[in-house]
């Protein structure tokens, strides 16, 4: 399928790791791509991706069989240039290893959700929202004052809902260095009080439901006119 241009496989309780690949491998128009929830995928699926090249959309949530490794196998894809929206969402194996192998790969990525990674306690968050292009046909990216290109500074929107085990000091540091996020999902993030809402910055959309430690005083920080 030569022309094909998008891809939907979500739920396909059937399909493994090897057909994902081999599928994705000879459809080289591919722009978007989801494998979400798919019970018998596993990381071998994700190494036909590592081709496509002109990808904007990868959705990988909620495949429980998807681990660091399999994450990794995405370093140096093709679609580095182009990917928009990356959804891990869910891949309960997936943490801070993951997304240290893949940081620098997709420096333009708009969107990125890592909702229920339990394992991500934040430097992996924190070096994939600053590094820098790694793959070679990438280190002519810069920003237009001259910047080598990075996530940060293209991430307009960021979920993090039940990331439990993030810590409070990377995740200011990444959030911090997004620098045109709008759209910030915190829920569930235990480490998250008063004072990391007060450091938070001009975001349109904060939704931190379920964090226990943040008071009043938190959200009368948050709505200061500082962040209007």
Known sequence: MPLLRRLDFAFCRQLHG????????????????????????????????????????????????????????LRGCASGSTLHRLDLAGCRRVGDGGLSAVAGTF??????????????????LEEFVLAPPTNPHLQHMMLPDGRPAFSGASLRKLSLAGCA???RA??????????????????????????????IGSVVVLVCCICTDACTCGRRLVESPRNE
Do not use: M, Y
């Open 18 to 73: 090897l057909s994902a690949s081999w599928i994705a491998a000879g459809c080289a128009r591919l722009s978007a791509v989801s494998v979400r929830a798919c019970p018998k995928l596993d990381n071998r699926g994700l190494a036909g991706f590592q081709g496509c090249r002109t990808l904007t959309q990868l959705d990988l949530a909620l495949n429980p069989h998807f681990t660091d490794a399999g994450v990794a196998s």
């Open 107 to 124: 420096p333009n990525v708009r969107q990125l959700n890592l909702d229920g990674l339990v394992l991500l306690h934040g430097p992996g």
């Open 165 to 167: 085990s993030l810590k």
């Open 170 to 199: 990377p995740l200011l540091e990444s959030v911090l260095a997004c620098e045109v996020l709008r759209e910030l999902n915190l829920s569930g993030v235990v480490c998250v009080d008063d004072g990391v809402l007060a450091d």
